[in-house]
């Protein structure tokens, strides 16, 4: 019969797409490509196998659609079904059982899925399936207990969280045959209009038998009635199938899947408005992404200059992609090339994947999937998806302005510079320390003034916090997260488990009939109105703290505590074009950089809270408090060994390199003023001077030629290393212009060397050891006392010896350690955009950025003291005209006068 | 000699150059782009007239002389164009035998269905004087040209029966009003042409007299164009062809956003793979009648009832049942910038059940066609049942329709000035008439964007446009 059936599909499958190929060819118009049309008529079963239509029962999606189908494949391959189910195994170490909503704790919903012996329950697996149901898909812990037994056949028993339920405080049976299980639903995610309200509250009811039937309620195929479904005979065909119009069969659409993770908008004339920090819409509500392609000044968002905000909420889906372009079924042949990349290296294509009714017998609903921070169901299928760089190749579209390409990709996710900015509110905090009277956590939202979800608060939006993320293939990248902070009482239970403390109790210490007790409200309202504000609804005090403890412990729980946890939830949706993206070189590289920008976590915190650590993100940040004593987290990109020029500075270098320059200077000072001072009181004229031809053409123009570079590097260098300082100047032209200018320097300088060795004047740079230390002395003593009372130089400047022993030392080094150094350093930096490797073996940029600025720092001093020291020639500026004219008066000494 | 230049200033300049000539050849520039403005036509300053304009004019024929006087081209100039002769050049279409013009004096639209037989009324937009006189004797003298149409300041002037200047109009004053033509000189005609504001165009209406950039990005904000900075104008000769009253129209003698906008690529490659399938207008005019609504349906069938009150959007005795609309989206089809069909005074009706008055050309598979939006105006209009044709009913006068309300006399009257027999049967038919919509361009942030056409909630008919399926998924012609 299945196979049959297939047969039917795939030859209907093919005569559409010959049908379609002579269509494509003529240009008639074809018909109407509708989803539903390629599905066929089919007969709606109960869990029995019977027709609906005779039986009159809830319809069996694993029957119906398993006709054709194996829903038994389908259901266990599918992580969406599973949430965790698979790999529940309670643990000593941590509360979490499992990797998926079914068994891993999650501060925001807060209640805690029970385990088997805990001593207090608190979600047991019907009331979790009643309080998360709306986004579970069914199967999974649905329909099967832990131990992998249908959930009906578990022996009921008060004691088991599998088979009992909590009713005013106290654990109850819960009688699965009554109340039925809920198969995995295909109609939610395969039906253009499933009715998600009415299976809500078929769900929220408890009557989980009825939820996948409840889906097609108003689809004019069923109705409820007081004796059960009336099943409609309209829409059912002669040979008893449903007929196709009634009920699209297609795959599944944005707005599918928007059902459970987060704000849709696929209208464009509708102005898009939103439900904002509301866990029902939980990527909406945890990031602020929202998949629409309308205009964000089109959308119907309160938000601050939103006249100027030209781009779509996301680009993807304002090009019509759908979320399974990305997460697609893994074994779709559509996508049969990303399923080829353990293919041996010489083969391009392997031409062997599923055939069509293959795939569509047996679909594989594990979707391929990203590595996002608080999502580790089936952590197997991690990095599965299509990312950014299946499609597109960012070299390519950066070629034309962005240098240092391969750097920058190295270091930062796409994401980082195309969601610079997310536009709907996120949660900040969930505070479940206290709760409101309605049983809530208090929570705020960051990104809006006020109520989130209040037409008349001002949406802000908020700058996604940038940290360093390790991928499953080794790669680390700077992307955007939005970062939650959650606190929480835990106590310790009768195992010695530690535990959240559940809502009912925290109910019972907090609230009396729906009120705050009396003893709480007197402890909360600081400001006696009688009303317990959101500012007053925080434990910052040891009192208030105290208050609640002691009620709490009054409860029977032992070693109570308050923790608090700090989740990143990755961002990666809302994508916008470059003109939109970070494309500012001043955005990073930049005093206050976007890599280093700190983001608030809680206005008050009533513990310091934690890093979360099941995740990829490198906690490499730290926690911050300001005067007011809100809570900041502040990455910190140096340790994650990234040098962000611009930006990351090594504050001992610059001091350094600043007291060199700044003592030399005070030194130079010091030096001429004496010397001003001494020569006031010498009698003038009294030195024989000599105008001799001292710097012969190519010395002077190589020297100057130098200088200028010289002085452009420092200054452009400077620029690099503080560009806050020097707003006016573009950061990419000052980069363009070092490199430039650091060429030149080092083609002068070979060129000069080759000049000094042919001619042999490399002699005049080389310090004789022979008697050297001796002229040293003699020349340091003229310095420091001789010149004060106008002796004469102790050496001659001669043409053929130009230099005294001092500065020959000091060229020495300048030109056998301080320009070989900068100049490696500089070429080793400038090659990390082709060539990181290099770089990498010597440090990477941490280490030679911060020595290439000390070195550059004893540039600057000795250039200083050069300077100062040409002005000892026979008169202050005649030797820096001799380097000008190449003429130079210089003293005559008697002893060569002869 | 050699003080001056002492040798060491050319080390400098070496050094200098050194240094400067890399540096500026490497250093990034931002990709120059044409700036449109550049392309703008320079107007010399008008000459104040004030002074210059002297004497006592009784009639519009006397100032024309006076202009003539120093403007001796001026009047024969004009008159070549169809501004002053309301008739295009011959057109040889297939339909006929022998060729045809199509323009206001001869042919029919689908708003006041005809002028021949109306001139009283209609010439009044005319710029030209004494329609009293007979089409042939007005065409033939160039006193009749109607300067102050144009050049005046309509503060002081305005025109009414056979074109002539209204009573009471103080020729003098508006004689030494004349400049250069603005918007107001060119919308008097073009803004309210069907009989109101709005009423034929749905993107030029009095809205555009003070625009803002949003409503119209180049008549608006900073730019303030006027009309003739895109219609250039040269010896009277104004660029622009109106495609309802041609057949085909040669693209020099056309205006398009390329005069100005030349080698202007959009940033995203993505937006110019569309360039050769998809015309500016398409994105960039998102909506028409953005501001004061135009008429989209008029049916002429429910002329003429007593008793029905009157208002001007939705009835008027003599002329019918109206709808307006405002800020709507366009109807979008194949355009090669001619007509494929043009109906001529005579033609039969259309068979099935539709007749065009005009009907652009173009389909998927004509590479000169792109997408283009136009303001569809469906009329009912009277046409003879037993010759099969549409019939052009003299409205104006004392006999005509407006006043008598007796189609059968409107149409016995029009008989010998059209030529056009006419059976005393008559009934209302559907008629089409397709405007294409070039003005109102809106600033880029409110053009269209993928979504608005491609995907599920799109605005195009890909099938009618004779695509598979959305191009976004089935490709793109070929």
């Known amino acids: 019969m299945k196979r049959y059936s297939l047969t039917i599909i795939g030859l209907l499958l093919l005569a559409l797409a010959i049908g379609f190929g002579p269509a494509l060819a003529s240009s008639a118009p074809a018909p109407a490509s509708q989803a539903s049309t390629l599905h066929p008529n089919f007969i709606l079963l109960d869990a029995d196998g019977a027709n609906v239509l005779e039986s009159g029962s809830a319809v069996s999606t694993m029957q119906t659609c398993g006709q054709c189908h194996d829903t038994d494949f389908i259901a266990s391959h599918a992580f969406h079904s599973d949430l965790g189910l698979a790999d529940y195994a309670a643990s000593k170490e941590s509360w979490d059982a499992s990797t998926g909503t079914f068994g891993q704790w999650n501060p925001l919903t807060y209640r805690y899925l029970s385990q088997d012996g805990d001593e207090r329950l608190d979600l047991s697996t019907a009331e979790w399936l009643m309080l998360n149901g709306e986004r579970v898909v069914g199967g999974g812990p649905a329909t099967t207990s832990r131990n ?141 992404q929202v998949v629409s392609g309308q205009r964000i000044n089109e959308s119907g968002v309160n938000l601050t200059d939103k006249n100027n905000i030209e781009r779509s909420w996301d680009i993807h889906a304002e090009r019509q992609l759908q979320c399974t372009d990305c997460h697609y079924a893994l074994n779709n042949p559509a996508h049969a090339s990303e399923l080829q ?77 195309h969601i610079p900015q997310m536009y709907a509110p996120a949660i900040q905090t969930y505070d479940w320390t206290v709760i409101t009277t309605s049983g809530t956590a208090v929570e705020t939202c960051r990104g809006v003034d006020g109520d989130p979800n209040a037409v008349t608060s001002l949406v802000t939006g908020y700058e996604p916090v940038l940290l360093n993320r390790t991928n499953i293939d080794g790669d680390t990248l700077l992307a955007p997260y939005n970062l939650i902070t959650s606190f929480y009482w835990v106590y310790d239970d009768a195992n010695g488990n530690k535990r959240p403390v559940r809502l009912v109790d925290l109910e019972a210490a907090y609230l009396e009939d729906g009120k705050y007790a009396a003893d709480i409200a007197a402890a ?51 994508v916008t074009r470059g003109d939109s993206a970070i494309n500012d070189c001043k955005a990073c590289h930049n005093e206050n950089s976007r890599m280093s920008q700190p983001i608030k976590l809680t206005d008050s915190a009533p513990v310091l809270p934690i890093f979360d650590a099941a995740n990829n993100v490198n906690n490499s940040g730290e926690f911050v408090t300001d005067a007011d004593g809100a809570l900041y987290y502040q990455p910190m990109p140096a340790e994650d060994n990234l040098y962000v020029f611009g930006s990351s500075r090594v504050n001992w270098v610059d001091w350094f390199g600043a007291i060199a320059f700044a003592g030399s200077l005070l030194g130079v000072i010091g030096h001429g003023t004496l010397r001003y001072l001494s020569s006031q009181k010498q009698p003038k004229g009294q030195k024989r001077t000599e105008r001799i031809y001292m710097y012969d053409t190519y010395r002077r123009f190589w020297h100057w030629l130098q200088t200028s570079s010289i002085v452009i590097l420092l200054f452009t260098g400077l620029i690099i290393h503080r560009p806050d300082i020097f707003g006016a100047f573009s950061f990419r032209g000052v980069v363009t212009v070092h490199n430039v200018v650091a060429v030149i320097l080092v083609i002068n300088a070979a060129l000069s060397l080759f000049y000094h060795i042919t001619t042999d004047r490399i002699r005049e740079f080389i310090p004789h050891p022979y008697g050297f230390f001796d002229d040293a002395i003699v020349q340091a003593r003229y310095y420091i006392g001789g010149i004060f009372k106008g002796e004469a130089h102790p050496f001659e400047k001669l043409p053929t010896s130009r230099m005294n022993p001092i500065q020959k030392m000091t060229y020495f080094m300048i030109l056998n350690v301080l320009l070989p150094l900068q100049t490696i350093t500089g070429a080793l930096m400038w090659s990390v955009q082709k060539r990181p490797e290099f770089a990498n073996a010597l440090g990477g940029l941490p280490f030679l950025a911060p020595f290439h600025s000390l070195v550059a720092w004893m540039f600057g001093t000795f250039i200083l003291v050069h300077v100062y020291m040409t002005t000892t020639g026979a008169t202050p500026l005649e030797a820096m005209r001799g380097m000008v004219t190449g003429y130079e008066e210089v003293e005559v000494h008697e002893s060569k006068d002869e | 000699m050699k003080n001056r230049f002492p040798s060491w200033t050319l080390g400098l300049l070496g050094i200098i150059l050194l240094i400067l000539v890399p540096v500026i050849y490497y250093l990034p520039r931002a990709q120059s782009r044409n700036d449109p403005a550049a392309y703008l036509p320079t107007k010399a300053v008008h000459v104040d007239h004030k002074d210059i304009v002297n004497g006592e004019f009784k009639t519009g024929q006397e100032v024309t002389r006076a202009c003539l006087e120093c403007h001796e081209d001026a009047a024969t100039e004009f008159m070549k164009t169809t501004h002053w002769t309301w008739e295009s050049k011959p057109f040889d279409v297939p339909w006929r035998d022998e060729d045809v013009t199509i323009g206001k004096a001869n042919q029919i639209n689908n708003f006041c269905i005809g002028s021949q037989g109306n001139e009283v009324t209609c010439t009044a937009c005319h710029a030209g004087y004494g329609w009293e006189q007979g089409r042939e004797a007005q065409q033939a003298n160039p006193e009749n040209v109607d300067c102050l149409a144009c050049h005046a300041d309509l503060g002081s002037y305005t025109k009414s029966k056979y074109g002539n200047p209204a009573e009471g109009v103080d020729l003098l004053a508006a004689a030494q009003s004349v400049r250069a033509p603005t918007r107001e000189n060119c919308g008097k005609c073009h803004f309210d042409g069907g009989g109101g504001n709005g009423v034929k165009h749905g993107d030029l209406d009095e809205s555009l007299y003070f625009p803002g950039e949003s409503l119209d990005v180049h008549m608006g904000g900073e730019a303030n164009m006027q009309c003739t900075d895109c219609h250039w104008t040269e010896n009277h000769q104004i660029l622009g062809r109106m495609i309802a009253d041609n057949y085909t129209i040669d693209p020099e003698e056309q205006v398009s956003c390329e005069q100005c906008h030349v080698d202007q690529q959009h940033k995203d490659e993505r937006i110019n793979t569309h360039l050769a399938s998809v015309a500016c207008q398409t994105c960039h005019i998102p909506a028409i009648a953005l501001e004061d609504p135009t008429k989209v349906t008029w049916d002429w069938s429910q002329a003429g009832q007593e008793g029905r009150e009157d208002d001007h959007f939705t009835y008027l005795k003599i002329k019918g049942e109206f709808v307006y609309e405002k800020n709507f989206t366009p109807t979008y089809l194949w355009f090669n910038g001619n007509n494929e069909y043009r109906y001529i005074l005579g033609d039969p009706l259309g068979k099935d059940g539709i007749t065009y008055i005009n009907k652009p050309a173009g389909n998927i598979e004509d590479v000169t066609a792109k997408i283009f939006p136009f303001k569809l105006h469906i009329a009912k209009q009277p046409y003879d049942v037993k010759n099969n044709y549409l019939l052009q009913p003299v409205t104006s006068g004392k006999d005509g329709f407006w006043t008598t309300f007796d189609w059968n006399s409107a149409f016995e009257l029009a008989v010998p000035i059209t030529g056009l027999a006419y059976s005393g049967e008559y009934g209302f038919t559907e008629t089409y008439m397709y405007w294409a919509t070039t003005h109102m361009v809106q600033p880029a942030d409110k053009a269209l964007q993928c979504e608005s056409c491609h995907g599920e909630n799109g605005r195009m008919d890909w099938a009618a446009l004779g695509y598979p399926g959305d191009p976004i998924e089935w490709g793109g012609r070929k």
């Open chain 1, 148 to 288: 992998d037994a249908p959930l009906a056949d578990v022996k009921v028993s008060r004691e088991n969280p599998e088979t009992s339920i909590l009713k005013n405080g106290s654990p109850t049976t819960w009688n699965w045959d009554k109340s039925g299980t809920m198969e995995m639903n295909c109609f939610l995610c395969h039906l253009e209009t499933p009715n998600t309200e009415a299976r809500a509250e078929a769900i929220h009811a408890g009557e989980f038998g009825n939820a996948n039937t409840a889906t097609l309620i108003g689809l004019n195929v069923v109705n409820k009635s007081s004796e059960g479904w009336v099943w409609n005979p309209e829409s059912f065909n002669e040979n008893g199938e449903l007929k196709s119009e009634f009920i699209g069969i297609q795959d599944p659409t944005n707005a599918n899947c928007a059902t459970c993770h987060g704000e849709v908008h696929p209208e464009t004339e509708e102005p898009l408005t939103l439900n904002a920090c509301d866990l029902d819409y939980p990527q909406t509500a945890t990031t602020g």
């Open chain 1, 341 to 417: 990349s353990n293919n041996p290296e010489h083969l391009v294509y392997d031409p062997r994947s599923l055939e069509i009714g293959e795939y569509l017998e047996r679909p594989d609903h594990n979707f391929a999937r990203g590595e996002s921070a608080q999502f580790n169901v089936a952590p197997e299928y991690k990095g599965t998806m299509r990312r950014c760089e299946n499609c597109h190749d960012a070299s390519k579209g950066h070629a034309n302005w962005l240098p240092y390409i391969g750097t920058h990709m190295d270091a930062v996710a796409c994401e980082t510079c």
């Open chain 1, 524 to 574: 909360f309202d600081s400001n006696g109105d009688g009303k317990l504000a959101s500012n007053e609804l925080t434990l910052d005090s040891a009192a208030k703290t105290d208050v609640v403890k002691t009620k709490l412990a009054a409860l029977g729980l032992n070693n109570l505590r308050i923790e608090g946890v700090v989740q990143p939830y990755s961002i990666n949706h809302n």
